[in-house]
């Protein structure tokens, strides 16, 4: 059921509007003071704003709320009907409520849940008030907001109430009883602007927090009773520490029993298996003794012979590495024999290359002198 509690506040705004026209003249036309009557449409035009805002509010926390409203009801329909399984159904649903702030809210909330479900059911769990509560109504219905309202329109009547005065005073200057007469009228003008402000203002404040209260005690007990619906019908059941130590105790058990039985399994094959093989080794021992017989003796013989072979082959082998040891210290000594030899040939060919180079440098002189002598004479003869 919608609460239209909030609508009230536009027959008693129409009603003000009314009055202050009515009170300044408009409907006969015998309006007393403009300034008076421009003040209060200015003041009303400006609750009539602030109104607008709330209203809006108010319908979209409305709407909000009977939504949960719907959702608890069809919880119950169906709880009612047979169906004892709601969680298999809300744990993955989609655009629950239809709302995009209440489906947010519940998608964290599923998401919260499915971090806690295993294979052996849920290990925790986590209340839906968590994600859907008052303060997520309390944003929608803009409660920041709304609640100063109420101490808007009374700060309103008290400060057009200021104004009036002001004015009033203002226009009042007599200095004496006679002049104090002509200056009553203006002053019970102004008196007239504050009276009016002060009533309206405290008229809408009343009204306005009478209003605002019912809207939100309504959306509050629907909160509550989708709440109760769906920790009744829907919420899962949490598998309890002693039932977890149970499955756990259990699923131990069977997996020890089931070790065991491999292991025995493994232990009668594994005997199985060497008495088999040890069965194929004698039959296979007794079947070459059979064919073969005495060809074993004779090879035994023959392997002795080759190890005798084999032994005289290692003595000549020795004696041949010896020998080939001798001849490498043989030829060592050769080697530096002719070393030696050959440093001590260094120095006569290092002596006959010197002479060389002397003989060369002598025979280049002679053939220089020669020459020398040759164009002199041949000089001489010309002359």
């Given at each position: 059921?919608?609460?239209?509690?909030y609508?009230?506040?536009?027959?008693?705004?129409?009603?003000?509007v009314?009055?202050?026209?009515?009170v300044?003249g408009?409907?006969?036309?015998?309006?007393?003071?403009v300034?008076n009557?421009?003040?209060?449409?200015?003041?009303?035009?400006?609750?009539?704003?602030?109104?607008?805002?709330?209203?809006?509010?108010?319908?979209?926390?409305n709407?909000?709320?009977?939504?949960l409203?719907?959702?608890?009801?069809?919880?119950?329909k169906?709880?009612?009907?047979?169906?004892?399984?709601?969680?298999?159904?809300?744990?993955t649903?989609s655009?629950?409520?239809?709302?995009d702030i209440?489906?947010?809210?519940?998608?964290r909330?599923?998401?919260?849940?499915?971090?806690?479900?295993?294979?052996?059911?849920l290990?925790?769990s986590?209340?839906?008030e968590?994600y859907?509560?008052e303060?997520l109504?309390?944003?929608?219905?803009?409660s920041?907001y709304?609640?100063?309202i109420?101490?808007?329109?009374?700060?309103?009547?008290i400060?057009?109430?200021?104004i009036g005065?002001?004015i009033?005073?203002?226009?009042?200057?007599?200095?004496?009883?006679?002049?104090?007469?002509?200056?009553v009228?203006?002053?019970?003008?102004?008196?007239?602007v504050?009276?009016h402000t002060?009533?309206?203002?405290?008229?809408?404040?009343l009204?306005?927090?009478?209003?605002?209260?019912s809207?939100?005690?309504d959306?509050?007990?629907?909160?509550?009773?989708?709440?109760?619906?769906?920790?009744?019908?829907?919420?899962?059941?949490?598998?309890?520490?002693?039932?977890?130590?149970?499955a756990?105790?259990?699923?131990?058990?069977?997996?020890?029993?089931?070790?065991?039985?491999?292991t025995?399994?493994?232990?009668?094959?594994?005997?199985?298996q060497a008495?088999?093989?040890?069965?194929m080794?004698?039959q296979?021992v007794?079947?070459?003794?059979?064919?073969?017989?005495?060809?074993?003796?004779?090879?035994?013989?023959?392997?002795?012979?080759?190890?005798?072979?084999?032994?005289?082959?290692?003595?000549?082998?020795?004696?041949?590495?010896?020998?080939?040891?001798?001849?490498l210290?043989?030829?060592?000594?050769l080697?530096?024999?002719?070393e030696e030899?050959?440093?001590?040939q260094?120095?006569?060919?290092?002596?006959?290359?010197?002479q060389?180079?002397?003989i060369?440098?002598?025979?280049?002189?002679?053939?220089?002198?020669i020459?020398?002598?040759l164009?002199?004479?041949?000089e001489?003869?010309?002359?």
């Amino acid at each position: 059921m919608k609460n239209r509690m909030y609508y009230i506040l536009f027959p008693v705004y129409i009603f003000v509007v009314v009055f202050v026209l009515a009170v300044n003249g408009v409907f006969t036309g015998e309006i007393s003071s403009v300034s008076n009557l421009v003040i209060n449409l200015l003041f009303l035009l400006l609750i009539g704003i602030l109104f607008l805002v709330s209203f809006s509010s108010f319908a979209r926390l409305n709407r909000m709320t009977d939504k949960l409203l719907e959702v608890a009801d069809q919880i119950y329909k169906a709880y009612d009907g047979g169906d004892h399984k709601l969680w298999e159904t809300y744990r993955t649903k989609s655009k629950v409520f239809g709302d995009d702030i209440l489906d947010e809210a519940f998608y964290r909330y599923q998401k919260k849940m499915s971090s806690f479900q295993t294979r052996h059911g849920l290990m925790g769990s986590c209340d839906i008030e968590d994600y859907i509560h008052e303060d997520l109504l309390n944003q929608a219905g803009m409660s920041y907001y709304n609640s100063a309202i109420s101490g808007t329109m009374t700060g309103l009547g008290i400060l057009g109430t200021f104004i009036g005065l002001s004015i009033g005073l203002g226009s009042f200057n007599g200095n004496d009883i006679y002049t104090i007469s002509d200056n009553v009228g203006p002053l019970l003008s102004g008196m007239k602007v504050a009276f009016h402000t002060s009533v309206y203002g405290i008229l809408f404040s009343l009204v306005f927090q009478f209003a605002y209260r019912s809207v939100m005690a309504d959306a509050y007990a629907k909160l509550q009773e989708f709440l109760g619906a769906f920790r009744e019908c829907v919420e899962p059941v949490v598998s309890s520490n002693d039932e977890n130590t149970k499955a756990m105790l259990v699923y131990q058990a069977n997996m020890a029993n089931s070790m065991k039985q491999m292991t025995e399994l493994l232990r009668g094959e594994a005997r199985e298996q060497a008495e088999s093989l040890d069965k194929m080794a004698q039959q296979f021992v007794t079947r070459m003794e059979r064919s073969l017989g005495a060809d074993f003796d004779r090879l035994g013989a023959s392997l002795q012979k080759a190890c005798s072979a084999q032994e005289v082959y290692a003595d000549n082998y020795r004696s041949m590495a010896e020998t080939t040891q001798a001849l490498l210290q043989a030829n060592l000594s050769l080697q530096k024999t002719l070393e030696e030899t050959m440093g001590r040939q260094e120095a006569p060919a290092k002596e006959l290359r010197e002479q060389g180079e002397r003989i060369d440098a002598t025979c280049d002189t002679i053939n220089e002198e020669i020459s020398n002598q040759l164009y002199t004479y041949a000089e001489t003869h010309g002359m």
